[in-house]
């Protein structure tokens, strides 16, 4: 069973950082894609970065964490993260994060449980 583990969210002060990783576990195949979402209370789930490439070199973010946030992997772990520098009230949100798993031709994608980050004085 495929298992999706999150941790790192909390409260910050804005300009503050925090780091969140996502663990998978469980699966058969290979690592296809990862990215992070988040959702604000009463918004749409939206998507703050991800890898363009299988390979994990390229990758893309909203504009509205561009320079402040990083998000990277460790193969070896199955391992994503997202570092998130500068802080901001308006980063509030419920974090998640997505991976596409490949076996053969199928892919499937999962969520992980999803973690708080509040930024706030």
């Known amino acids: 069973q495929v298992q999706l583990v999150e941790s790192g969210g909390g409260l910050v002060q804005p300009g503050g950082s925090l780091r969140l990783s996502c663990a998978a576990s469980?699966?058969?195949?290979?690592?296809?894609?990862m990215s992070w979402y988040r959702q604000a209370p009463g918004k749409e789930r939206e998507l703050v970065a991800a890898?363009?490439?299988?390979?994990?070199?390229?990758?893309n973010y909203d504009d509205s964490v561009k320079g402040r946030f990083t998000i990277s992997r460790d193969n070896a772990k199955n391992t994503e993260y997202l570092q998130m520098d500068s802080l901001k009230p308006e980063d509030t949100a419920q974090y998640y994060c997505?991976?596409?798993?490949?076996?053969?031709?199928?892919?499937?994608?999962?969520w992980g449980q999803g973690t708080q980050v509040t930024v706030s004085s």
């Open positions: 997505n991976i596409v798993i490949a076996n053969f031709a199928k892919r499937k994608a999962y």
């Open positions: 469980g699966f058969t195949g290979r690592i296809y894609g």
């Open positions: 890898f363009t490439s299988t390979g994990g070199g390229s990758t």
